[in-house]
């Protein structure tokens, strides 16, 4: 038997997390004496106790690393693991974006002396939205959900013999934003009038160009906002982005474009 010291010294973690492993029941010790209250774990528990450090560096939160040590499943234990895999490189990707965002944001900085200039550079214009004939999926949905809810309409193109036109996007109805779950309308517009679930008629718009990661389009909502408010506008309807240059277009986040419009009204 080894006492928690040992263990500890062994798999370089602090007694504090072992005290902590045993009150949640990840790791509890295989004896316990019942007079000093010394904890005695299994010279086999070091595998477990190391196995549990690798999923943790792999990034499985302590409460998914306790349903993990229950699988006896391999299959689906395996599928989890490549499920986190995807997890990780997904999130390096993001981390690649924010890290060339952050060299940009330098070196304008460096070369204006305005640390906020990059909430400046948009061009704003008044024009009306385009008119577009588009399939539609609304649902109360997070912002990692868009491809879900994107795949269904794009199902429907082949069944139901429709022309894509490649113009696709998302407008916002909620007053208020929320990451998990906010109502959204993702559509993809397509040729045939007849056949598309709604018809969105131009109308007047403030209208910006975000070029960039999504991550970051809310610089390019403040820009307009900002424009209307100093203008004497007022917002007249839902707002709604149009993605122009994508990751489809194989291209690299600081490429995509994407079209921004805010339905306004003078006041």
Known sequence: MLQIGELSKICQVSVKTLHHYDKIGLLVPAEVDRYTGYRYYLPEQIDTMNYIGRLKRYGFSLEE??????????????????????????????????????????????????????????????????????????AMMGVDEFGKYYGTLFERVPKERVTPTGLNGARYYDK??????SDVEV?????EKDKADVVMEPCECVMTVHHGGYSTLSEAYGAIVSWIIENGYEIAGAPFDLYIKTQFDSLSPEDWETEVYFPIRKK
Not at 90 to 102: A, D, G, S, V, Y
Not at 187 to 191: E, Y
């Open 65 to 138: 690393i306790g349903h993990l040590l229950t699988v006896s499943d391999n299959k689906k234990l395996a599928g989890r693991l490549r499920e986190q895999k995807q997890r990780l490189m997904q999130e390096q990707k993001e981390r690649e974006i924010i890290l060339n965002e952050l060299q940009t944001h330098i070196s304008v900085f460096e070369r204006t002396g305005d640390i906020m200039t990059y909430q400046k550079s948009y061009t704003i214009e008044l024009k009306n939205s385009p008119l577009m004939n588009v399939l539609t999926n609304r």
């Open 187 to 191: 559509f993809i517009g397509i040729k």
């Open 176 to 181: 208020e934003f929320n990451h998990e779950s």
